[in-house]
């Protein structure tokens, strides 16, 4: 049982670059989303899903586009990279079972965009 | 919309001392709370929450939080305070029921001092 997953660790890129940063769980988990973390900001929501094939936007969804094909991985895709989207994201996931409900974070992705 | 409030961007405590970490809430409906901690270079990890039930729940670490329906908070308490229990702690809130997202707090630094 690995838990939530993340790939990359470390990505650097350049303006205007796209890539994709990986998540995958294998607790069978309902409940995906993408947070950045940002130094006096706190946890940000980009994007959550509620199961396949449903997704939603958070507070600042603004250059990122996200899809969740299976239950298991939910990719958060930067589709025209910028210096503001620097910072480290962090992919968690959780079961919605009410009092047995936590949600387990993934090692994070520290991003540089140059 | 629903909110975390942290007053404080940094509790100094005395190692051995009690520690107390706010935190505030604005929800609709019933809330689920949650407190996690994030050691420097980690992901998340979860401390306790309140789903329902005693206003008082305790968690990992010897930590506790405590429900206040009236103030709408959920302070984390701990009776003496370690020098390792210094890490980053974040409050996050959801409304209760189906599936609603998460959002958290800035984040509050906890540094215990030997």
């Known amino acids: 049982n690995a838990g939530v997953t993340q790939t990359p660790k470390f990505q650097v890129l350049k303006t205007g670059q796209s890539m994709t940063l990986q998540c995958a769980q294998d607790m069978n988990h309902e409940y995906m989303s993408w947070y950045r973390q940002d130094p006096g900001m706190g946890l940000r929501l980009i994007h959550y899903?509620?199961?396949?094939?449903?997704?939603d936007q958070g507070e600042v969804p603004n250059g990122y586009n996200v899809s969740r094909s299976t239950t298991e991985d939910f990719p958060l895709r930067l589709l025209s990279a910028a210096p503001s989207q620097t910072s480290v994201y962090f992919c968690?996931?959780?079961?919605?079972?009410?009092?047995?409900?936590?949600?387990?974070f993934g090692p994070g992705t520290r991003l540089l965009v140059l | 919309a629903q909110s975390v409030a942290q007053p404080e961007d940094q509790v100094n405590v005395a190692e051995g001392n009690p520690l107390t970490v706010k935190c505030t809430y604005s929800v609709s409906g019933n809330p689920y709370l949650f407190w996690y901690v994030q050691y420097p270079n980690r992901g998340l990890q979860f401390l306790l929450k309140y789903i329902t039930g005693d206003n008082l729940v305790k968690g990992s670490y010897g930590f506790e939080a405590e429900f206040n329906k009236s103030q709408t908070s959920f302070h984390l308490k701990k009776p003496s305070a370690l020098v390792s229990d210094s890490a980053l702690y974040f409050c996050?809130?959801?409304?209760?029921?189906?599936?609603?997202?998460?959002?958290f707090g800035i984040g509050t630094k906890l540094q215990v001092i030997p």
């Open positions: 899903s509620v199961g396949a094939g449903i997704t």
């Open positions: 996050a809130v959801r409304g209760a029921g189906g599936y609603q997202k998460v959002t």
């Open positions: 968690a996931s959780s079961n919605l079972a009410g009092e047995e409900e936590t949600q387990y």
